[in-house]
């Protein structure tokens, strides 16, 4: 049977700085957070928490792992997964900068016509999503083949791992995969909700604010952007569209826009 060892220490001072960086950046955030609005902040500071409670948890494992020189093995793996890491980093950016783009062009529309800035940012960001896609379902096979590659056999104690068919690429891709997917918002009904009208719009004389959610329009429930912008297609310069929204303090109400 395998000796059980601890995970090399260096991962986990990587886990551990990496989460000082997070905080670091959200406190650096945060000294803006007017820029954001009242709820931006509150989700900010629940990450600043849930980051310091992902420090110290590491800290403590790190704790009670025995002390042991790094083997140059570990030092080889290392270096690879220090590369890989600022890659995923750069994809990441790239995919974030993107998403800002994105949003930017369609504010200042550029241009009805295929080949806008807007279509070239999304073309660009679902590129990067892709590519961080890729990379999630290697991370697990590039662990493992680099640890074989170096002469570290699998020393985990599961049933399968025991009789020496290792697990633990395909369960790490499993699990990645399934904390993206629980990390996707819900498509639940009415998740169209208002940002600031524009000033002097028929929205904006009709009293619709920031934070208000449609749910109907001319009593058809709106559950996507394309469900809105069909009703809205319907009307004329002139119609009266007939909105029931609700408002932050959870009653519905009944508002119409004059187009």
Known sequence: MNEIKGTPREYLLDAIALERHVEETLNQVLE??????????????QFLVMVRGHR???????????????????????????????????LGKAAFGYAFLHTVAHR??????????????????????????????????????????????????????????CLCAPHGTITVNKAWRDALPPEAQGNLWLRLPRRGSPADRAGLRARDVILAVDGQQIQ????????????????????????????????????
């Open 224 to 259: 996507t952007i394309a469900d809105l912008q069909a009703a809205i297609r319907k009307h004329q310069p002139g119609d009266s569209i007939q909105l029931r929204v609700k408002r932050s303090s959870g009653e519905p109400q009944d508002i119409a826009v004059v187009l």
């Open 32 to 45: 803006h957070v007017e820029w954001y609005g009242d709820e931006s902040a509150t989700a900010l500071n």
């Open 108 to 165: 200042f529309y550029d241009g009805p016509a295929d080949g806008t800035t807007a279509d070239l940012a999304e073309k660009h960001l679902r590129d990067y999503a892709q590519a961080i896609g890729r990379i999630n379902q290697v991370t697990s096979d590039f662990v493992v083949q680099g640890q074989s590659r170096s002469g570290d056999e699998c020393r985990c104690q599961c049933p399968a791992c025991t009789v020496g068919i």
């Open 56 to 90: 110290q948890a590491l800290e403590t494992r790190l704790q009670n792992l025995p002390s042991a020189e790094p083997a140059s093995s570990h030092k080889e793996n290392h270096a690879d997964y220090l590369a890989l890491s600022q890659l995923y980093a750069s």
